[in-house]
């Protein structure tokens, strides 16, 4: 995680933009989400739930989240650089494979990119 820090920030300037979402169970933080949106484009940036909460709706919520927030910016879809483990959500959430790209934190390391056409 330590080589991803500076990639995985979230900066002041998108939570004030109304680009991040954080979900919460019980008053306690257990996911966030952010977009980056450009014009009919829009990039799932960040989705993470902690591994205790897996499997309980966060993932789906922010990931809905996310869609109806990239909508009402303008885009038309929106392009996932997963994780590998992650890829099965994300394709259960109606997203396709569409190729591979270099990890931007670890050097030699790809990720699957996926596609949401919304």
Do not use: N
């Not at 994780?83 to 396709?96: E, H, I, K, S, V």
Request: proline content about 5%.
């Amino acid at each position: 995680m330590r080589a991803c820090e500076a990639e995985l920030a979230v900066t002041a300037a998108a939570i004030a933009a109304g680009r991040v979402q954080v979900a919460e169970r019980d008053g306690r933080v257990v996911g966030m989400a952010q977009i980056a949106p450009d014009g009919p484009a829009a990039e799932l940036d960040k989705l993470f739930v902690e591994p205790d909460a897996m499997g309980g709706g966060a993932g789906r919520a922010l990931f809905d989240w996310a869609v109806t927030a990239a909508r009402h910016a303008g885009a038309r879809t929106m392009t996932i650089d997963a994780d590998p483990g992650a890829a099965a959500f994300y394709r259960r959430m109606g997203a396709m494979d569409d190729g591979m790209v270099p990890s931007g934190s670890i050097a030699g390391r790809m990720l699957p990119r996926l596609r949401m056409d919304m």
